[in-house]
């Protein structure tokens, strides 16, 4: 088992490098990556298995992580679903995963990694997904109402394709949607819940309805409340004055505040905890927020989308998301259909990325062979238009123009999940696979507990965030 340090060579330049800690397993990709980070001017630190990994993390906190998804001690995804339940989840994380490993990356982007690479990993392609992961990292932690504007201000311009039946009527509800922004009254625009699967396009929903509305001017102020660490939010969302708590030096406007007239927008609304959807609540039904520290309070005119891919009236029924806030919320629904029931847009988009990509590279026309489209239109894209982005770039960059065919697409029918077995019984025979033992034992804890997810997790010697992903994996979310 590979496990040691390694840490740039010269430090030429005083400051204080960017940290990289790499969580790899097989010591010869490790130590060639490590090298490339630090000719790059990255420092790393190389952990050969889990155990080393929280070691490390405890030691000091990464400023980045390059995560393989099996390790000899356990799975990359436990390791991800732990941080995210001690709230690290704002330190970036670069899946590494083998191929046939995808359904896991997905799974892994579910639970707030920044983003994947295929092995065998390209040491070109892996410093520019660092360089870019590092960047966004940047700009979210800065997380202030000019970062915010900035970013804004500079994102490309926003593209929603597709021509199928369901886009059309979501294209219809994004202008119905606007125009009620510009009904003269008093009062903000009704709030708005987006919901679908990850990659479906939520993000660029929402900043849609802001470019479409009568708000395009004002800010559009995002917040991800998968990512913000719990204690954190509140101060963030709220803002607070000078001396609110030990680490607050200054008085700081809340990211509500900072919507002034514009959008806020809070993504994976699902994540946030109780004690704040209460708070949150306040906030929608009085419309005034009070920072914390003070008994002030500040009018809030801010128009509110949500969205998240959880399965919400589940999170309601289990008692983790607030009805009361949730009908807040839900006034106006858009729901944004998975890839797979998009018909024909499947290769409208894929020829979308496929010329975008060509293009950016210099590349020939690229085509796409008559079987690749098949299998475009038989895979079941667990990662949406994400996924696909993703899946056709790494084609096209591969085939270097010309015609790309199924098999230079990597995609890989027996990558749908399973059919999950119903019989309990039958958890251990013989021939049961690994994914049907997974499937009864959950559904085994599930019932002895009546269904008490954190109860279930403890006799399964899992966390509950990684319960929750396999429920979410085996279909018992939805
Ligand atoms: N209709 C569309 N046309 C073109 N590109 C799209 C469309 N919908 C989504 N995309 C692209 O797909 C990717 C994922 O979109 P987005 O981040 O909005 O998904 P999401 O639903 O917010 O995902 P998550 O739930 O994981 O946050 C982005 O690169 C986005 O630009």
């Known amino acids: 088992m590979a496990e040691n340090t390694a840490s740039a060579t010269s430090s030429e330049v005083p400051v204080q490098k960017t940290d990289i800690l790499i969580v790899e397993d097989e010591a010869v990709l490790a130590k060639a990556v490590s090298k490339r980070l630090n000719r790059n001017g990255y420092q790393t630190r190389i952990a050969g298995d889990l155990k080393s990994a929280y070691r490390y993390f405890k030691e000091q906190t990464p400023d980045m992580i390059l995560l393989d998804m099996r390790l000899p001690d356990g799975s990359g995804l436990d390791f991800l679903a732990d941080l995210r339940e001690q709230q690290q989840s704002q330190v970036p994380v670069l899946v590494m995963s083998a191929y046939g490993e995808l359904e896991d990356a997905v799974a892994a982007m579910k639970l707030g990694a920044a983003d994947y690479l295929k092995k065998p990993v390209d040491l070109d392609e892996l410093v520019l997904n660092v360089e870019k992961v590092m960047e966004k990292a940047t700009l979210s932690r800065k997380l202030d109402y000019s970062a915010t504007r900035e970013r804004h201000a500079s994102a490309e311009s926003v593209q929603f394709l597709g021509e199928c039946e369901a886009l059309k009527q979501v294209q219809e509800q994004i ?271 599930l019932e002895r507990t009546e269904g008490n997810v954190s109860q279930a997790a403890r006799e399964l010697g899992i966390t509950r965030m990684a319960l929750r992903y396999r429920m979410k994996k085996h279909g018992f979310d939805s």
Not at 257 to 276: K, T
Not at 315 to 323: N, P, T, Y
Not at 431 to 440: F, V
């Open 175 to 445: 202008q119905r949607i606007a125009e009620l922004t510009r009904q003269q009254t008093d009062a903000p625009p009704p709030t708005v819940l987006i919901l679908g699967e990850t990659g479906t396009g939520k993000d660029v929903l929402a900043r849609l309805l802001h470019d479409h509305s009568a708000r395009q001017e004002q800010p559009f102020v995002q917040v991800d409340c998968a990512s913000l660490p719990k204690d954190l939010i509140e101060a963030e969302l709220f803002g607070h004055e000078k001396g609110a708590f030990t680490s607050a030096h200054s008085a700081r406007t809340g990211l509500i505040e900072a919507a002034e007239d514009g959008v806020l927008f809070l993504d994976e609304i699902g994540e946030i905890p109780l004690d704040l959807q209460s708070k949150l609540l306040a906030v929608l039904e009085r419309r005034v927020v009070r920072r914390v520290g003070t008994t002030q309070e500040r009018p809030v005119d801010a128009w509110f989308i949500a969205a998240t891919n959880r399965d919400i009236d589940r999170l309601v029924e289990q008692g983790e998301f607030r009805s009361d806030l949730y009908y807040r919320l839900n006034v106006l629904s858009v729901r944004l259909p998975p890839l797979r029931e998009r018909g024909d847009d499947i290769l409208l988009l894929a020829r979308h990325y496929a010329d975008r990509t060509a293009k950016r590279y210099g590349l020939g026309q690229v085509q796409f062979s008559k079987d690749a489209e098949q299998a475009m239109q038989d895979y079941n894209w667990p990662g949406n238009i994400r996924e696909l982005r993703h899946i056709i770039e790494r084609a096209v960059l591969l085939s270097a123009g010309g015609e790309i065919s199924r098999a230079g697409l990597g995609l890989n029918a027996s990558e749908r999940p399973p059919e999950p077995t119903t019989d309990s019984s039958e958890a251990l025979s013989a021939d049961t696979t690994l994914e049907e033992a997974e499937y009864n034992l959950i559904k085994q804890a």
